[in-house]
């Protein structure tokens, strides 16, 4: 599988008794969306924190452009190249807009460590966060606090900080979750002009069909932490083990 | 100019900055301003507590890192100055040899203790320093052929720096006073003398001490308005997000300490600089470490300037609340009880009611209170 950018192989995690994610082994390539469904509770978010490195492996492995990650902390994947995203709002509330940016930025230009400088001295830092902050047209909101913004603006934030990584591969978690019928839209035609790029691999977890096949060119389906239906959209939605273990759920949802 | 030394960040409020000016200025000038060797051997001690209780807002303002061995790197500052002042004799050299040599093993101690305890938690950190900070203080009444044990050390530094040099006579500042004010003598109209004392090596000591601490606060202001500080700040808020998206928590956990422990041990050195004499009960104590802690949380967490403020308001409580209410405790002596409460004896227990006040009216420190923020 040379030409994946990112690959699982034998993932698993168990907590206690509970094997939440289970033995997947899958691959994804630049250039492709996949969205990853599954019920509440089949292991979507865990397989996320695997593969991002919030929670080690009980078993197998995870590869970034062929190179195993899987003892590396997030910190070194996220410089590496893969940007996660999370699904629970996850911010530095106490600090601006702006800030919460710019520091996504500082850390994608590895000057963490630099004492004595201005924090905000640094020009193309800054046009690299205002690019950001346009994309989810959030530029007004610079200035203020994370804690003060609506959910929905916080929502934005968290994807304009995904894009201000610049990754490799992008990691959504249920982006448009919570969100008002004004700002979803913004964040989907984001992810759909991402999806233009082909140097992009993108994962997104999804809940909303309609959604996903607009932006979809893959489906992976997990179930109880497995990994139980793989292909193009039309053909997952149609499996029958799709319609048992997601359909019924994603109808009662829409 | 002025917002570029203080690294861009502004006090943030019209009272604030007026306060910290008067400091400043009454730091800046208080061998002329205030008279006699306690007032000026207060100043000096506000001086070197400021960089220190700021070294320690780096760690649980800034990062929400909880230390409770500050005291020892102070401690390495101090010790490294005695003991190079006694083994190479009194000269600027072993000063200078001393602080650096203080400061360096302060920050070795420091990484060695941060790679050990922050890799697992941070409340493990928290009780790491605990214990080496008892163990150092055993440590140091033992070997007591080096450090002297409880009595300390005490050495000579150069004469420059010590009364028995004069430098010249300060300026006298006459202002003419209106008639109405205060009457005339027969030799003229009436004069308000200000200043006029010598100026010996212990003013040249003090301006050593008070420079020293100004340039070690400016740089700290200027570390924590750094890309590092910002860092600093972000994991504080959020580590687990900081470390999602590219900080190693656990490298930035053990820079912000040794350079913690560095700040603390030079204030460490002009302590000892200043004193003459270092002493477990001086710079090593367990008192010690509690004071810094209220002066952090008197002043407020997270801004520098609220060391400034806090070790101000303690240091002058410390020093001077038992002659306030000495003075007090006279002046009521007929009223019942009153004179009792106010009996000098009982200044720790007014200490105790300030603190609890101040926490109470002000949760987030007098300079979060004089920012518009609360708890
Ligand atoms: N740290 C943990 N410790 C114990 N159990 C966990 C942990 N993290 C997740 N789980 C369990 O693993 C299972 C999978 O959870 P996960 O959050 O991955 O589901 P999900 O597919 O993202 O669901 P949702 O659609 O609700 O977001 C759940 O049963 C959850 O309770
Ligand atoms: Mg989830």
Sequence with gaps: MADMVLETRDLTVQFGGHVAVDGISTGFRAGELTAIVGPNGAGKTTYFNLISGQIAATRGRVLLEGRNISRKPASTRTRMGLGRGFQLTNLFPDLTVYENVRLVVQAHQRKGGRLLRLADSDDHMRDMTHQALDQVQMRVQADKPVSELPHGDQRKLEVAMLIAMDPKVYMFDEPTAGMSPDDAPVVLDLIGRLSQDRSKCILLVEHKMDVISALADRIIVLHNGALVADGAPRDVMASAIVQEAYMGRAQANV | ?375
């Design chain 2, 1 to 375: 100019m002025m917002v570029k030394l203080l690294s861009g960040d502004k006090p943030g409020s019209v009272l604030l900055s007026l306060i910290l000016l008067g400091i400043f200025l009454s730091l800046a000038f208080a061998p002329f301003l205030f008279e006699g060797t306690r007032a000026l051997d207060t100043a000096a001690r506000i001086c070197v507590f400021i960089v220190l209780v700021a070294s320690y807002d780096l760690l649980l303002g800034y990062t929400g890192v909880v230390s409770f061995a500050h005291t020892i790197f102070f401690g390495f500052g101090a010790y490294g100055v005695a003991l190079a002042s006694i083994h190479m004799g009194r000269s600027f050299e072993a000063l200078a040899m001393g602080a650096g040599a203080g400061a360096l093993g302060a920050a070795l101690l420091a990484a060695v203790i941060g790679l050990f305890s922050l890799r697992v938690r941070a409340i493990f950190f928290a009780m790491i320093t605990l214990a080496v900070a008892s163990a150092v203080a055993v440590l140091v009444s033992q070997l007591s052929v080096l450090t002297g044990g409880e009595d300390g050390l005490t050495y000579r530094i150069p004469r420059e720096l010590t009364a028995a040099v004069t430098y010249g006579q300060a300026p006298e500042w006459r202002i003419a006073l209106p008639e109405a004010v205060a009457p005339g003598t027969e030799e003229g109209p009436a004069m308000l003398t200000l200043g006029g004392d010598r100026i010996s090596g212990k003013i040249a000591n003090y301006y050593l001490v008070f420079a020293g601490s100004l340039i070690l606060v400016l740089l700290m202001l200027r570390i924590v308005n750094s890309p590092f500080g910002r860092v600093l700040q972000a994991i504080r808020e959020n580590d687990f997000r900081a470390e999602a998206i590219g900080y190693r928590v656990v490298s930035y956990r053990i820079g912000v300490t040794v350079l913690s422990a560095v700040f603390a041990a030079l204030a460490g050195s002009l302590f000892a600089i200043w004193l003459r004499y270092v002493g477990p009960d001086t710079v090593l104590s367990f008192e010690i470490m509690i004071d810094i802690l209220l002066m952090v949380v008197i002043g407020g967490m997270g801004t520098i300037y609220g060391a400034v403020i806090g070790a101000v308001v303690l240091m002058l409580a410390q020093n001077y609340l038992k002659d306030l209410m000495a003075g007090a405790a006279t002046g009521l002596a007929d009223v019942p009880y009153a004179a009792d409460l106010l009996n000098p004896d009982r200044w720790l227990l007014w200490l105790g009611v300030l603190f609890v006040l101040s926490v109470y009216f002000f949760p987030t420190g007098v300079v979060g209170r004089l920012r518009g923020k609360r708890g």
